[in-house]
């Protein structure tokens, strides 16, 4: 039984952590299938985000633009009613600048021997340092700006333009662009170029006025390539935006387009910290040839699946823990409910036993007694494996001896004084014919230790061969 026991205890326990296991690896499955769908969903939406963002800046670099142009083509009259009188277009730049608070400086460059009293060059310039604002002659063979090409394509062609970015003279650090048209004489000939410089910083605080995450950031490129701003407001603002701007213009670097095509997707690693990110970054049309870029990190990206997966993880311990447990108290219910089953049929086996010793002790139905003058049989069934009822039946000396009886109770105690009254009944009556006596005897020997006050109704006579009853 022991072995038994064991045996059960071990597969049971087998069991129980085969159950784990599958149902660990099942929601460990259904957390990577979620894990995946929440993945690509999230990738998707960024796309879409992105996009519409880009669509947005662009929109706005645009007005901004729109709103520089504007202010000086508002100003064209001026410079042209201003032309026959050149020492007048010192006051007309300065009023510019006055008047718009975005610009760094203004100046108008005469084609070449325009003014020859000038001299072969002249540019009248006025210059906002701070809250100082200041005017210059600029032409000069030191400046000859007749050999820029911005002077040369805009005289040429007849057209307005923005410049690519360049470092501003008295401060490398600051990035500057310039918006250039031509202003006419009275023959219609160009006469010269107006132009207007402004810090990018500008552009660059609109771009990255809102982000879609903490760390992400926008980028303004020219159509040279060049790095026209960036995010002012990071630490390493500048550095960022270059590494950036180097990741576009590397042509070895995969990149694939966006669902809809609009943009370009440039994943990268930060050597440094190991971070992953995504480069969008598209050239809309109403800023062509500029690109805008934003750069999102996948730790903020998918950050909210990160705390799904933390999330479902601890939901999956909870839950495997909960079911280790019902496992546990199911198995030991099972377990005590096989102990039980081995018990009771143990049980059972051995009522099975008393029984058949129970019935042995009775006169059997095939041996019965048979004489001229009596034929005897009896049966008995139990209301339970073992009872208390009992008879018996023998003939001494032409005499027959029979008792019939039932001992108080059911059961196990009824059935070991029912042996103990069958054997007293053939031991005393061997030698004994009275029934008193023998009836006297059996209650004696009954009665002795008999601490259960159990009781036994008897019947007991010895009857005389000539007598046919029963």
């Known amino acids: 039984m022991g072995n038994s026991q064991n045996t059960s205890k071990s597969i049971g326990a087998k069991a129980s952590i085969g159950i784990l296991i599958t149902a660990a690896a099942l929601m460990l499955l259904i957390s990577g299938i979620q894990q995946y769908s929440a993945r690509k969903q999230i990738r998707s939406d960024l796309e879409r985000n992105a996009e519409m963002e880009l669509v947005v800046k662009s929109i706005g670099v645009k007005h901004s633009l729109e709103d520089v142009e504007l202010a000086l083509r508002n100003r064209r009259w001026e410079f042209e009613q201003a032309l026959p009188y050149p020492d007048s277009l010192f006051a007309v730049t300065r009023r510019v600048v006055e008047q718009n608070p975005n610009f760094d400086g203004c100046c108008i460059a005469m084609v070449p021997d325009y003014y020859p009293e000038k001299g072969r060059l002249f540019e009248p310039y006025t210059l906002r340092r701070g809250d100082v604002i200041n005017t210059y002659q600029l032409g000069s063979d030191a400046h000859d700006y007749s050999k820029n090409k911005y002077f040369i394509n805009s005289v040429e062609n007849d057209t307005s333009f923005w410049s690519e970015p360049y470092p501003d003279e008295d401060n490398p650090n600051v990035t500057l662009i310039t918006y250039t048209f031509p ?17 990018s910083e500008w552009l660059g605080k609109m771009l990255n006025a809102r982000h879609m995450f903490p760390s992400s950031y926008h980028i303004l490129i020219s159509g040279e390539g060049k790095l026209i701003c960036g995010p002012k407001e990071k630490g390493n603002s500048h550095q960022l935006a270059e590494e950036t701007l180097n990741m576009i ?18 994943s990268f690693t930060d050597n440094e910290d190991n971070s992953e990110g995504n480069v969008f970054y598209s050239s809309p049309e109403n800023i062509k040839p500029w690109r805008i870029a934003v750069v999102n990190y996948d730790d903020e990206v998918f950050e909210p699946l990160i705390r799904m997966r933390w999330r479902n993880l601890l939901l999956t311990l909870t839950g495997l823990l909960i079911l280790a447990f019902i496992i546990h108290r199911s198995a030991k219910s099972i377990s005590n409910l096989q102990r039980a089953n081995m018990e009771k049929e143990h049980i059972e086996s051995e009522l099975n036993i008393a029984r058949k010793i129970q019935m042995d002790m009775l006169p059997k139905p095939e041996s019965e007694t048979k004489s001229d003058d009596v034929d005897i049989c009896g049966s008995l069934v139990p209301a339970k494996m073992v009872g208390g009822d009992l008879y018996d039946y023998f003939i001494r000396d032409e005499k027959l001896y029979f008792c019939i009886g039932d001992v108080s109770g059911k059961g196990v105690p009824a059935a070991l004084v029912m042996g103990v009254v069958h054997t007293l009944f053939r031991s005393v009556s061997a030698h004994e014919s ?18 259960s006050n159990m009781f036994i109704t008897f019947l007991k006579a010895p009857k005389p061969m000539a007598t046919r009853s029963f």
């Open 249 to 266: 213009n590397d042509s070895s670097l995969h990149r694939e387009p966006s669902s809809s095509g609009y943009a370009m997707l440039l």
């Open 183 to 199: 202003v006419y004489d009275a023959s219609g000939c160009v006469a010269g170029i107006v132009g207007v410089d402004l810090e």
């Open 434 to 451: 009275r029934p008193d006596r023998i009836m006297g005897t059996l209650n004696e020997n009954v009665s002795q230790g008999n601490e």
